[in-house]
């Protein structure tokens, strides 16, 4: 063992860990739906986030770039897909939901890049009784 290995036992790490996120800015292990040009909308910029509560379930997603028009929204009351294209970029997300809703009464509303909707919870199913 040489002296430099010792004194920095991590080193190899961190230099294939830094060549694994060249690799991955640059597009190489980008996948289909991000592609390589990061900074032109998808991909790093997006981001999407789902706020549970007792009353109601809303997704938030980034969709930097976008217009309104651009945006088809589909939901089977446990997934939402978010299908988006802007210019540079096509978007497919698909968002398992935390609880079951009811997508016949979902809002949704879309201003300045942010697309927010919500879902009411699904009701109950009904007890079966047994004769």
Do not use: W
């Not at 694994?20 to 597009?27: E, H, K, L």
């Amino acid at each position: 063992m040489r002296r430099d290995d010792r004194d920095e036992p991590f080193d190899d790490l961190f230099r294939e860990i830094e060549r694994m996120m060249n690799d991955m800015m640059n597009g190489s292990n980008m996948d289909v739906h991000s592609g390589p040009d990061v900074e032109n909308g998808f991909g790093a910029d997006t981001h999407v986030d789902v706020h549970d509560t007792d009353d109601e379930l809303r997704v938030i997603a980034d969709l930097p770039g976008v217009e309104k028009r651009n945006i088809e929204l589909e939901c089977d009351g446990k997934t939402l897909t978010i299908s988006a294209r802007s210019d540079h970029r096509e978007y497919d997300e698909r968002v398992s939901l935390p609880r079951r809703v009811n997508e016949h009464t979902a809002t949704a509303t879309y201003n300045n890049g942010i697309l927010e909707v919500v879902f009411e919870p699904a009701d109950q199913s009904s007890d079966i009784s047994l004769e």
